[in-house]
């Protein structure tokens, strides 16, 4: 149980700095702005209690605002994704439910679950912290190619990085 | 309150949701400029230190380039020096003048972590109040305006680029003063826009684009940039497509104005007599 705090409280550490010291200083375009460090709530296990969930998710949302200079930004949008798990958890479930001692990792549902709950996660992430972002409907279409984009990136990064670090 | 208890046990986790997202969308939208630059006064000197390392090493492989550009600088400034011996044997041996008083005062420093790919972009400065720095000062680069300084540290701080979207600078045509103001669209880090200039001003590609020295910040002349296209929209006003001419994606030494004379403008700005 302590150990499993541990590796969770070492992975949101670890993500929120390769958020803010490596992917924010790989500056492509405008249009591609990945933010991987998203990937703390989709690894968090299944049996986390509902408080646990949102405060661990405010607190990762808070550590990359205060690094970003964006205060409330993240914060909101993390705490909006992590609302949103237990219901995506549900909507993609296998038909055998989630068993026991397993995590939601692709290495134990397979790569077509684990794209399914990340691509619906994260877009909803970007959708609501692009748009907090900028505010306004000025630029309806050009915020959502953004989303789409970053989306996109931020999905591979959280795939490749499965792939590399837990291989069966 | 037996059930009211029962209530919220039952539905903890959408009202916890809700009152964390309230609080941070709250914090969001109020937290003002001034609150922020003491959040980030804190964080700036562990990011600072992190951003120096890595400058250290990018710094050296554009040695080269950044050579060339103080060449060429300091044979910009030798040309001025040069006039400016000549007027003084005119005016100042001669005339005991008090009229000319310095306004501004320039020191450089260098730039240690940019961005240019998100909506509120930063720039972090090797300079916090220490050396000098107070918040407001102008920041250009040889080739034109950067942005305004807004948080500074002890030895760090931060500058508002104008590639931020809540940033506007009151710009003006070169060649015959109508004034607008030039703002980021979001977009692209090499284009801005120009707005409100009416639209009987007879523009064209090319048109140079500078401060016009209205606020108390940067003063008169500082290159912004070059007409690309322009639309007119509305009606009565122009939206001019502008050519930033500072490289963000480049920049490395920058310049900071301090304005000698703001307090006193500003005051007299602000003074209304009672009646």
């Known amino acids: ?168 | 309150m037996k059930n009211l208890i029962r209530f919220i046990l039952r539905f903890h986790f959408v009202i916890l949701f809700i009152i964390i997202e309230f609080v941070s969308l709250s914090v969001a939208f109020q937290f003002n400029n001034y609150q922020k630059a003491k959040v980030v006064k804190i964080i700036q000197n562990i990011k600072g230190f992190h951003h120096a390392k890595i400058l250290s090493i990018t710094e050296y492989l554009k040695l080269r380039e950044t050579n060339e550009k103080l060449a060429f600088e300091n044979v910009r400034l030798n040309n001025i020096l040069q006039q400016a011996y000549r007027s003084d044997e005119i005016f100042f041996y001669k005339k005991e003048d008090t009229i000319f008083k310095q306004q501004y005062y320039l020191t450089t420093a260098k730039v240690i972590n940019n961005s240019v790919n998100k909506q509120h972009n930063f720039i972090t400065l090797n300079k916090g109040f220490e050396q000098g720095v107070k918040p407001e000062m102008a920041v250009i680069s040889p080739d034109g305006v950067v942005g305004i300084v807004f948080g500074v540290s002890k030895r760090y701080s931060t500058v508002i680029s104008l590639l931020n979207t809540n940033l506007k600078i009151s710009a003006k045509l070169k060649k015959d003063d109508y004034f607008g103001s030039l703002e980021w669209d979001g977009k692209d880090y090499r284009n801005a826009v120009l707005n409100e200039i009416p639209y009987h001003v007879n523009i064209r590609r090319g048109d140079t684009i500078i401060t016009s020295g209205y606020s108390t910040i940067f003063p008169e002349g500082v290159l912004l940039g070059y007409i690309d296209d322009f639309q007119v929209e509305g009606g009565n006003f122009y939206k001019i497509k502008v050519i930033l001419s500072t490289d963000f994606k480049n920049l490395t030494y920058i310049s900071l104005i301090s304005n000698l004379h703001k307090q006193e403008q500003f005051k007299l700005e602000n003074f209304f007599p009672d009646d």
């Open chain 1, 1 to 168: 149980m302590i150990n499993l705090v541990l590796r969770n409280s070492a992975r949101l550490i670890f993500l929120v700095l390769f958020q803010v010291l490596i992917l924010d200083n790989i500056q492509i375009s405008v249009y591609i702005n990945p933010f991987m460090y998203v990937l703390f709530i989709l690894l968090i296990p299944f049996e986390t209690p509902g408080w646990l969930l949102l405060v661990s998710a405010f607190l990762l949302g808070f550590s990359v605002d205060l690094f970003e200079h964006t205060p409330g930004l993240h914060s909101s949008a993390s705490v909006f994704m992590a609302f949103l798990r237990p219901v995506v958890l549900k909507i993609t479930s296998p038909r055998e439910g989630y068993e026991p001692n397993t995590y939601p990792r692709l290495s134990y549902y397979g790569f077509r679950w684990f794209l399914n709950y990340t691509v619906i996660l994260v877009f909803a992430h970007h959708l609501f912290l692009f748009y907090l972002e900028v505010f306004s409907i000025t630029n309806f279409f050009g915020t959502l190619l953004r989303i789409i984009l970053s989306s996109v990136f931020s999905i591979v990064l959280i795939i490749l990085s499965q792939y590399l670090i837990y291989k069966k």
